[in-house]
């Protein structure tokens, strides 16, 4: 049985089995608090019998006006627990989360452009690729910028593909 529920500091020791990936961004204890201070509301993690962690995500509302949206910073399952539907589960989650408690005008995550896997789950999830970002892995591999629109985007603009790349200082976080 799989209970989802709020993410806590306390389940900072007990995570290790999901951010063992290699493809899973780990961050620093500082981040992760900031985010569970901040954006409680978008920071969910799945548990197991014994308490045992099988994944989470954490997000946060950002931008201004009709950049007003919710961003998946990290939705990630531990390999023992993937196909289960959880990462559906926790996005489903945040889309919500975006829609009723932000009045988002979208959800937005980044991917490695090399991840088919992750980008074959995102686009089944209904999110396309909206852009391009070179370099924004380190500087040495690109991403995509992919999107779902939320309902208060009626005429579906902030998920109208742009065509040319761009850099990572080139995105609006306002």
């Known amino acids: 049985m799989t209970t989802i529920r709020r993410f806590t500091c306390n389940d900072l020791f007990n995570y290790n089995n999901v951010n063992l990936d290699i493809l899973t961004e780990t961050y620093n204890l500082n981040f992760y608090l900031t985010y569970l201070a901040t954006w409680p509301e978008y920071c969910q993690i799945a548990v197991g019998p014994g308490d045992q ?6 997000g946060k509302a950002e931008g ?3 950049l007003w949206h919710g961003h998946v910073t990290a939705v990630t399952v531990a390999p023992d627990f993937r196909r289960q539907h959880l990462a559906q589960k926790l996005m489903r989650l945040l889309e919500d989360v975006t829609e009723k408690v932000h009045n988002g005008y979208f959800v937005d995550l980044f991917v490695r ?7 074959g789950m995102y686009e089944k999830f209904g999110y396309i690729k909206y852009r391009e970002v070179i ?6 591999e690109n991403a995509y910028d992919m999107r779902k629109a939320m309902p208060r985007d009626v005429t579906k603009a902030s998920v109208v593909p742009l065509k040319k790349p761009i850099r990572p200082e080139d995105l609006e976080f306002d």
């Open 135 to 140: 370099g924004y892995y380190s500087g040495d």
């Open 53 to 58: 962690v099988m994944g989470y995500i954490l």
């Open 113 to 119: 452009k090399s991840n088919g896997v992750a980008i």
């Open 64 to 66: 201004k006006g009709r």
